[in-house]
């Protein structure tokens, strides 16, 4: 089939947010049932919503207005963060984002060691195990209102410098694998890139917001805030993505300098309907790319298929689990946070596309990461809305228990 | 210039709305200062946005936003409206819409004649300038709130009418070029698919709107109602194509369906940031499809193109400023009627299309088509705003001056 975009917008739309509010209704997160549906509407099942390389122009179309509505989601958690408040957390931030690299990379590396891949191959699988993606973790804090809890904030600094940190890492990896470029050359070119852009968003950014308000009351029409914001938006998700980074960091750090002016409340609100329309497409879109075929159990191969896929859940969910290991501040979520820290995205595939585009992966282990990429992504926010009212402290910890989740964290 | 959608977005965009804001601070109604930045910022002059012919993957995106924009827009209009008032209008509105075919296709064919074209040409150009596209219109009378007024209501219905009208006409010229293919049968045809489609929308539209209320209420997600109605919309829009008819016919259609209930506030305020983003986008694209290059007043051609194009402006001018020519109803402002019914558009490019690649035109006639087509778009806006507070009677007949342009007219 290859619908035309008006009727395929309407029929995944639909599908997507009936789903999404039955999940609702039995206690599973929004996001979860609008990824189900595009499982149920993709290629694996039934085909109305054609797979990347079968998909024409409706499909481009289609990721478009999906990315679109991811950046104004992460925008709008960025114009929703204090900036203050923000870089307050950056010490557990860090703590987290570092663990949360660290050990799905020796998990993911022993696994794959374990399932008898070899040694270059095993690496990659560590590193595609690494990346946080924050859009599925944004999507249930913006259900459940944690994007101002001190685990919200955390996890979405974390998320920031996950990404960073990944970028440093595929840096890394391409220096391997490309002739000729030097490791260090290309990691710090990043780095430098990834820092830079990330100051001006955050100390320059807030003066461009002021000079959108001059503007926007010299106009005497308030609508011209939002163009305003919307293109500056656009601009920093091209930017980030033009340096290696996800374009939805780059609109998070837009939003982020909204975040001290009393118009965000009203901007706020006009990016509501948006998001309410285009953010599913990116869900719908990650259900679709599942590729169930390999897991027939009734053949060997299958099976076998379900013990690497089962392992390497495993190791994906625990190594993302530890990520508040290191943790000093006692009185948070720490089931939270790595539950949170769990979904991989799209950085996770671009490794596992990395992988196969220069061969060290084989189609069958390709389409199995991205199976487990994808799995991480619907347990996560499974797990995060469960776990949310839980103590906060670690048990063993001599902190309080403290049932409200919307305190400040120490730093 | 190739750019990717991301930093071909902002621009567009916020060139557009300065330069509407701009054009607001001088009197002229935004949709002129849009169009303005896309014959600015098109392939005419800077060439930042390349022509359909050149344009990749961005301009279709691009294109596809333009057009769901436009929707949403006369969708939103439609929702405003009052199927009672709107129904209540139909003896006008068929007036306005048949003296609006008749008089600029005489005017049109016979400037086409004196300009020594063929008959055939001839009957095309007339037919070319024949459709009012009430995109434009639609957008002024939101600016200045004019949609329930007489006058709105009658251009409104009018320009319903006048697509169906169109479509018939097109349907019949589609007869008589196609071998084959006989005039009463396709006309038929097209004529029985538009009067249904219309029914349906108007009178089982309702019933499918209360469904999705019952469903949203039973989801307790108030944000399900705007899904479901966007997706209404994109359906009746793509239905409304499928048959031959505009899809923003289409969309307002699906709006009319929305007039009586409650709910409809809500969804209204919903809409507007995504007409504010995405609505420009039309405007530019026809900004963006004006040719100047044939207008060069220092060769003798280009002077003859400035006496062609103005003599086919003028007729294209004065047949839709006949078209309240035969209204019985007095107290209405036949000046606005005529302006607002004079932006020509979609149809009128397939018109011109269809004459294009049937060879009958010789491409340089065809660009001068276009031109005359977006100069009553730009004309019509103007003349609405500076018209809309005149005497509403027309002045020799015994009718009483009445300002207000909110009454209700007498049918």
Request: charge should be neutral.
């Amino acid at each position: 089939m290859d619908l035309p975009l008006h009727l395929l917008l309407p029929l995944l739309l639909v599908t997507a947010k009936l789903l999404g509010v039955a999940g609702r209704k039995v206690g599973v997160p929004a996001v979860v049932g609008e990824i189900f549906a595009g499982l149920l509407l993709g290629p694996s099942l039934i085909g109305a919503l054609p797979s990347e390389a079968t998909g024409g122009d409706a499909f481009h179309v289609f990721g478009e207005f999906a990315q679109i509505g991811l950046c104004i989601l992460l925008f709008r958690i960025g114009l929703e963060t204090d900036l203050g408040e923000f870089l307050r957390v950056w010490r557990p931030a860090t703590s987290v984002a570092i663990a949360g690299m660290i050990f799905p990379f020796v998990l993911g590396w022993g696994v794959a060691t374990l399932l008898g891949w070899s040694v270059m191959v095993a690496v990659f699988v560590g590193a595609t195990l690494t990346a946080t993606s924050i859009g599925v973790t944004a999507s249930v804090l913006d259900e459940i209102k944690g994007q101002r809890s001190a685990e919200g904030r955390i996890m979405l600094g974390a998320a920031v410098l996950d990404d960073v940190l990944g970028l440093l890492v595929l840096s890394a990896m391409m220096g391997m694998v490309t002739p000729g470029a030097g490791v260090a050359n290309t990691v710090g070119k990043a780095l430098v890139q990834a820092l830079l852009f990330m100051g001006f968003g955050i100390f320059f950014g807030p003066l461009i917001v002021r000079g959108f308000m001059a503007i926007t009351r010299w106009s005497g029409k308030a609508a011209l805030l939002l163009v305003l914001s919307f293109s500056y938006m656009l601009l920093m998700a091209a930017v980030a993505h033009a340096i290696g980074l996800a374009m939805i960091i780059g609109a998070y750090a837009a939003g982020l300098a909204f975040g001290g002016y009393e118009e965000h409340e009203e901007l706020n609100r006009d990016l509501r309907p948006l998001i309410d329309l285009l953010t599913p497409l990116f869900f719908i879109l990650i259900g679709a790319s599942m590729e169930l075929h390999g897991l027939n159990p009734l053949t060997a191969a299958g099976r076998w298929a379900w013990v690497v896929f089962a392992t390497l859940t495993i190791a994906a969910i625990v190594g993302k689990m530890l990520s508040p290991a290191f943790l000093k501040a006692g009185n948070v979520n720490r089931l939270a946070i790595g539950s949170g820290m769990m979904p991989r995205g799209e950085v996770g595939f671009v490794f596992a596309q990395m992988g196969l585009s220069v061969s060290l992966y084989s189609p069958a282990q390709y389409s199995m990461l991205t199976l487990v990429l994808v799995a991480t992504t619907i347990l996560g926010p499974l797990l995060l809305r469960r776990v949310w009212n839980c103590p906060r402290a670690h048990p063993s910890l001599p902190f309080s228990f403290r049932p409200d989740p919307g305190t400040k964290v120490s730093t």
